[in-house]
């Protein structure tokens, strides 16, 4: 079992819609989670973090945390054709204090 | 507020030579991690530095070595190159060591031939 799994997609949403992108995670004692943005040829960019049980919304996108079923999924509202990109989830684990990424998903917008 | 700098941007090396790369953290910040992206892959985690010590080490061999200096800029030394070595080379920094963000360069490619 992978520690981070994300499903590769492509997902494909078009103009407007809301894209919803899904984390698992198997060390049950993590407390930080991250959502990385990253358009090809250049490096992640964070754009969200969450440590909490729930919600967390920061402008079109919302970070939704369930440490009980091990998951985490980022939202994306009003999805614009410039969203398009690989979403990585990465998780620090709760004895080594590293940050293990899952492969990623690409999302396509389509105008 | 400057961020990550890496240098230099692409190398291209042959096989069995040595490689260094560098980074110097955002303003403020004090932890060097490195990662190690194969394309289509995620980042995977080679070390991470504070206080000028390797804290914390991913699943590569020795032939992957670092340094963070008293100003929290590090080095990536890599020894004997593999063709399998070839990969954007990712440093990020953070504050406080581990369990917080972490914000990356913008990479360095390295081509092995």
């Known amino acids: 079992q992978k520690e981070v799994e994300q499903n590769s997609g492509p997902l494909s949403v078009p103009e407007g819609a809301i894209a919803s992108l899904n984390c698992t995670y198997s060390d049950r004692g993590s407390q930080s989670f991250f959502w990385y943005r990253q358009y090809s040829g250049k490096s992640p960019e964070l754009i969200m973090s969450i440590y909490s049980n729930g919600d967390k919304e920061d402008g079109r996108f919302t970070a939704q945390l369930n440490k009980a079923s091990q998951y985490v999924s980022l939202l994306i509202r009003d999805s614009q054709p410039s969203d398009s990109a690989t979403y990585l989830c990465?998780?620090?684990?709760?004895?080594?204090?590293?940050?293990?990424f899952g492969q990623g998903t690409t999302l396509q917008v389509k105008p | 507020d400057a961020g990550v700098t890496q240098s230099p941007t692409h190398l291209i090396k042959t096989r069995g030579q040595q490689v260094t790369l560098r980074c110097s953290p955002k303003s403020g910040h004090d932890t060097v991690s490195w990662y190690q992206q194969a394309l289509g892959q995620g980042p995977q985690f080679i070390f991470q530095?504070?206080?000028?010590?390797?804290?914390q080490r991913g699943n590569f061999p020795d032939r992957f070595s670092g340094h963070q200096f008293p100003n929290y800029s590090s080095e990536l030394n890599v020894n004997a190159l593999l063709l399998g070595d070839s990969a954007l080379y990712l440093c990020?920094?953070?504050?406080?060591?581990?369990?917080?963000?972490?914000?990356f360069g913008p990479g360095t490619r390295l081509t092995v031939t």
């Open positions: 990465a998780v620090i684990g709760s004895n080594t204090g590293k940050l293990i």
């Open positions: 530095y504070y206080e000028e010590e390797e804290r």
């Open positions: 990020a920094s953070s504050y406080g060591g581990h369990g917080r963000e972490q914000y």
